[in-house]
């Protein structure tokens, strides 16, 4: 009886609220007009030679959509082929394997993970039967234990069990960096550290010199900051230095030009760095922040009012103790 | 006589040690609180329902009046990040109020804070930053200084703010356990009160989030008791409970006097016990 109300913890992973209306991994499902599309109603842009990258589109998950909303795609190499984005559902992925099968019937040799968020890793699932090598980030794992059944509850709310997708862990585990040679291509990745997320992993494609940084680098949709915005700030320049004219973001346009594109995502960092630690400064409490911080750059972004705002709180939580 | 404090009713039950308390707890939770897996789709009965339980484990059969006057919770209602929900708790009538509770009616622990004001307390209003776990109404209770209860509430969407992992390995977030920092500002009563952000480094764990490494349940460890005093004169004391977001702040208001620093003593559920001391700025500046 008393119970009742001292069920302080541990409650083995059972206390997850809420239905549809539920934040998914801090991403809201529920403000958005639905997209009304499927995912069989993507297309995939050829970006480069044997390169194929569907544009994911600027909305939140939904049922409709099948949480298929990052830019996924897959490069052929003389001998096999590599997946450089899972997809955000087993819906997803399935779909991108069957993608896969109308243009080639090479091997899928490796499937990337490039980090924890759902968007992009519940996909890993379709892949399974053709026992690829999965690539990730050497943290990955540990944020899929800490947050995949999380996900994957949200997931299935929205989508039902049979199309949610299974937490896949990486089999490749890059600590530093990592090559994978599709033959006569080669596939370099780099373990970043933290910046969109704990986890994030890009990679660079040796035969069109794309470059690869997933959601290192928001395009048109607002920046999610979930890792460390100091952080990113420093792995954006790690990025500026390998010195590729273009690349595939995570999110946005299917190929763009990297500097002008990354100068964008960091102008919205600093901007929110440096209003941030004013706010700070000037005694404004977080509430107060939240509605003010970031707003020169509303314009610029989709889904600005979703995200933007709690950005400014993990901004806030970073800074305060600088 | 007095109020529980929040975390009181976890011992009395159980006399263990929190860590043990904490697995017989969750073997007991299987059953009763399904029926109170309580969520966006609650109805109205429900939640007073609910209300009405935990009102009387925490006051028993006092009345608690609804107050419009007395306090009031300023929330998003719709919180932006459910592991950081700032609260505002304003007192219009600070003369009359002896202390304040927080409730969050629908997070596993639902007794966030209980504040109890001393005499150099402007207690005007409160701030502070709690996971919600769930779409719940947080209640405000304020005990006035002639004994009356008052309750007002603010209807809050969030979700597993209480679950939510930290993002950074335990011993990260354990970094500086302890440090803290106290920012002052003029108060809500201009050159006679002082209004002070206080924060603690502390990760505060909840008890439902899963260690990065080792894959299993971070043991609960949050902030038990913070007693804040200028000098020999207390502001305010505050009983805390695993609803407090991840490196606590607490806004205040005190009405400063003399020269002394204002002394802060934190204690949490696993014996450990912090103490810092910041000097007041001057009035003339």
């Avoid at chain 1, 969109?196 to 940084?213: E, I, K, Q, V, Y």
């Avoid at chain 2, 929900?85 to 629908?106: F, H, N, Q, R, W």
Wanted: net charge negative.
């Amino acid at each position: 009886m008393v119970a009742q109300f001292g069920l302080s913890p541990p409650v083995a992973g059972g206390v997850q609220a809420s239905r549809r209306a539920a934040l998914f991994g801090g991403l809201c499902l529920c403000c958005l007009p639905t997209l009304g599309r499927s995912a069989e109603g993507f297309a995939l842009d050829e970006v480069g030679p044997g390169i194929f990258i569907r544009r994911g589109p600027d909305a939140e998950a939904t049922a409709e959509n099948a949480d298929a909303i990052a830019n996924i795609g897959f490069i052929v190499g003389e001998r096999s082929v590599l997946v450089t984005e899972s997809g955000g559902s087993l819906a997803d992925g399935q779909w991108l394997r069957a993608e896969i099968r109308k243009r080639t019937d090479k091997p899928i040799s490796h499937v990337v993970l490039t980090h924890v968020h759902p968007d992009h890793c519940f996909g890993a699932e379709a892949f399974a039967a053709d026992a690829p090598v999965f690539v990730g980030h050497h943290a990955l794992r540990a944020a899929l234990d800490a947050r995949g059944d999380y996900y994957r509850t949200r997931l299935v709310e929205l989508l039902g069990a049979d199309r949610a997708g299974k937490v896949v862990y990486p089999t490749l585990e890059v600590t530093d960096g990592a090559e994978v040679d599709l033959g006569g291509r080669t596939l370099s990745f780099h373990a970043h550290g933290v910046a969109h997320t704990n986890c994030d992993l890009s990679m660079r494609d040796s035969a069109s010199g794309l470059l690869f940084p997933a959601d290192l680098l928001f395009v048109t949709r607002i920046p999610s900051l979930d890792g460390s915005l100091l952080g990113w700030l420093k792995e954006a320049d790690v990025l500026k230095a390998m010195g590729a004219a273009q690349a595939v973001p995570g999110h946005g346009p299917t190929r763009v030009d990297f500097a002008p594109a990354m100068a964008d995502l960091t102008r919205y960092l600093g901007t929110l760095r440096d209003e941030t630690r004013k706010a700070i400064a000037a005694d404004l409490p977080i509430e107060k922040a939240v509605a003010t911080i970031g707003q020169s750059e509303a314009r610029n972004w989709a889904l600005f009012d979703l995200y933007n705002g709690r950005n400014v709180t993990q901004a806030f939580k970073e800074l305060e103790w600088e | 006589m007095g109020v529980i404090p929040p975390h009181l009713p976890y011992q009395r039950r159980h006399a263990m040690k929190p860590f043990a308390t904490a697995l017989a707890l969750s073997l007991t939770i299987a059953c009763p609180t399904l029926a109170f897996a309580a969520g966006a789709s609650d109805t109205d009965a429900e939640r007073l329902a609910r209300w009405n339980e935990i009102r009387t484990s925490i006051f028993g059969d006092k009345a608690v009046q609804p107050t419009e006057t007395l306090v009031k919770v300023d929330a998003p209602v719709r919180a932006l990040d459910a592991a950081l929900v700032p609260i505002t708790l304003t007192m219009p009538e600070p003369g009359k109020v002896a202390g304040v509770s927080l409730v969050i009616d629908d997070n596993p622990s639902p007794y966030a804070a209980n504040i109890t004001f001393g005499p150099a307390a402007d207690p005007s209003e409160i701030k502070l930053r709690v996971r919600v776990n769930n779409y719940t109404n947080v209640h405000a209770v304020v005990r006035t200084k002639d004994g009356g209860l008052f309750e007002t509430a603010k209807f809050v969407k969030a979700s597993g703010g209480c679950s939510a992992p930290m993002g950074m390995s335990d011993e990260e977030a354990m970094k500086g356990m302890g440090d803290m920092r106290m920012k002052f500002a003029e108060g809500p009563h201009g050159a006679k009160s002082t209004e002070a952000t206080l924060m603690i480094r502390h990760p505060n764990f909840s008890g439902m989030q899963m260690n990065q490494i080792t894959r299993d349940y971070t043991p609960a460890r949050y902030i038990q008791k913070v007693v804040v005093s200028q000098g020999a004169r207390n502001i305010l004391t505050l009983d805390g409970d695993i609803s407090i977001a991840s490196n606590p702040v607490i806004n205040f208001a005190f009405l400063p006097e003399g020269t002394a620093p204002v002394t802060v003593v934190a204690s949490d559920n696993q014996d450990g016990r912090w103490e810092h001391s910041f000097p007041v700025p001057s009035p003339s500046n």
